[in-house]
Nanobody, 127 residues
Framework: QVQLVESGGGSVQAGGSLRLSCRDSGYTYKTHCMGWFRQAPGKEREGVAAIDNDGRTAYADSVKGRFTISKDHAKNTLYLQMNSLKAEDTAVYYC?????????????????????WGVGTQVTVSS
């Protein structure tokens, strides 16, 4: 069974940086594509970034140029480097994975395409 465990959340001032990590249980054939999603209070869950095992990446417009997604296959760990953080980046961030989701045309796959989810980690940015 795939298990995704996030870490690295916390509180930071606007303009600061955080790096989120998500370790998966190693069943990489089941997590061909992995992504980061976030959900702020009262809002729907939105896709932030995604990467597949072919190296294709995708980002939401709101984070392009500020966030970078990467994966260390040797460590079975997904990362999200978040720079120039803004108050509107405040949310619970979730790691997700799936064997069938694909990054196409630079678009983050929808959340329903992911079958495996972590429990989330809180990111709070104060202005």
């Amino acid at each position: 069974q795939v298990q995704l465990v996030e870490s690295g959340g916390g509180s930071v001032q606007a303009g600061g940086s955080l790096r989120l990590s998500c370790r998966d249980s190693g069943y990489t054939y089941k997590t061909h594509c992995m992504g980061w999603f976030r959900q702020a209070p009262g809002k729907e869950r939105e896709g932030v970034a995604a990467i597949d095992n072919d190296g294709r990446t995708a980002y939401a417009d709101s984070v392009k140029g500020r966030f970078t997604i990467s994966k260390d296959h040797a460590k079975n760990t997904l990362y999200l480097q978040m720079n120039s953080l803004k108050a509107e980046d405040t949310a619970v961030y979730y790691c997700a994975g799936d064997s069938f989701a694909r990054v196409v045309a630079g678009i983050v796959p929808h959340s329903y395409e992911f079958g495996y989810w972590g429990v989330g980690t809180q990111v709070t940015v104060s202005s």
